[in-house]
């Protein structure tokens, strides 16, 4: 089946310092989906990327979606505390017969120290 | 935006015992709502798609008779723990979507504790 492979686990950097989470799906996907989770909260939905090559900015963040539209990255811009977060991305692809499923990633844990 | 949410925010049970968590889209329609188990630090667990009037689609390792799902509304779905162990205590999560699986809202979490 359909495998979404989020990496790093987490990440811990100094206020102001870049950070990038990547997403690898086993299969091409329709779209691909990026959601926050602050410690204790639930997931919040940010984005979600359908074109090959699509580059979206939300502010301080920046969204990527591979050109073979299997692969996706987030990249945020000097990092404040509110950032921190697990960040999750999820994949929709055809799960056969006409039906797609959303898969989504491991997530990765962003710290930011002040 | 779309607000989705879920009673109780948490509950604790004796073991053998049932809980029914309730997932509510307030302001908007969700033909289809979605329940994930999620372990601390870890990610996201589908456990089932709810349609509503139809029967739910549990995923794979999901025993359908342990978790009964009910989609009686637009606007309603329903989740089951039956005869409840401490090894189902987990944060459960529903989640609706306004288009089938375009972007999905979640719900705030249920905390169960079996004791």
């Known amino acids: 089946g359909q495998q979404v492979m989020q990496i790093p686990q987490c990440q811990h950097v100094q206020e102001g310092e870049d950070f990038t989470t990547y997403c690898n799906s086993s299969t091409t996907l329709s779209n691909i989906q990026w959601y926050k989770q602050r410690p204790g909260g639930h997931p919040v939905f940010l984005i979600q990327l359908v074109k090959s090559g699509e580059v979206k900015k939300q502010k301080r963040l920046t969204f990527q979606f591979g050109e073979a539209k299997k692969n996706s990255s987030l990249h945020i811009t000097a990092t404040q505390t509110t950032d921190v977060g697990t960040y999750f991305c999820?994949?929709?692809?055809?799960?056969?017969?006409?039906?797609?499923?959303?898969?989504f990633g491991k997530g990765t844990l962003l710290t930011v120290n002040p | 935006g779309a607000v989705v949410s879920q009673h109780p925010s948490w509950v604790i049970c004796k073991s053998g015992t049932s809980v029914k968590i309730e997932c509510r889209s307030l302001?908007?329609?969700?033909?289809?709502m979605f329940w994930y188990r999620q372990f601390p630090k870890q990610s996201l667990m589908l456990m089932a798609t709810s349609n509503e009037g139809s029967k739910a689609t549990y995923e794979q390792g999901v025993e359908k008779d342990k978790f009964l799902i009910n989609h009686a509304s637009l606007t309603l779905s329903t989740l089951t723990v039956t005869s409840a162990h401490p090894e189902d205590s987990s944060f459960y999560i529903c989640?609706?979507?306004?288009?089938?699986?375009?972007?999905?809202?979640f719900g705030p979490g249920t905390r169960l504790t079996v004791t």
């Open positions: 989640s609706a979507s306004l288009a089938g699986v375009g972007e999905q809202y």
């Open positions: 302001d908007f329609q969700a033909t289809t």
């Open positions: 999820a994949g929709l692809g055809n799960s056969g017969g006409g039906n797609y499923k959303l898969t």
